[in-house]
């Protein structure tokens, strides 16, 4: 194989090339590993949410982001959107298959950081600030 180039699907076995940057695996772990691409993810582990609970959840998001956000990640089949047909309508997401299985080493990911954060003293403010496993339980039905 040439120096840079993609491997295609059937070369790689079944692999993508991530290193490269036309890879469409490549786009997937951007919409994931974004600003707010696994916030959203971690927040919609084990509960489905509105648009508003959604954005009110996850602080310092814009509706703009998370409209951006959240279609990103529809499109790569990580999270699904239901409409209801009502005046106004009203927008429900949830992960899919595939989002649990991603969010799953997100959310232990954010466990343990925030466990070694407290242990290392972090201030009461500090771990106010931030969510921690154990504001994350409801969320999470595998603890």
């Known amino acids: ?12 076995g079944n692999r993508y090339e991530v290193f490269h940057t036309d890879c469409p695996a490549r786009d997937v772990v951007d919409h994931v590993t974004s600003r707010w691409g696994i916030w959203v993810l971690i927040f ?6 509105r648009f508003y609970k959604l954005r009110d959840s996850i602080q310092g998001i814009s509706e703009k982001m998370l409209a951006q956000t959240l279609r990103a990640l529809v499109q790569d089949d990580l999270v699904w959107r239901k409409v209801e047909p009502t005046t106004p309508p009203q927008v ?7 989002g649990q299985d991603v969010g799953a080493p997100l959310t232990d990911l954010f466990d343990r950081i925030t466990q070694r954060l407290a242990a290392s003293g972090a201030s009461a ?10 504001q994350l339980d409801h969320l999470d039905g595998e603890h």
């Open 92 to 98: 429900t997401y949830g992960l899919t298959e595939f």
């Open 125 to 134: 403010t500090e771990q106010l600030t931030t969510p921690g496993p154990q």
């Open 44 to 49: 919609l582990r084990g509960t489905d949410l």
């Open 1 to 12: 194989m040439r120096e840079g180039a993609q491997l295609t699907q059937a070369e790689a």
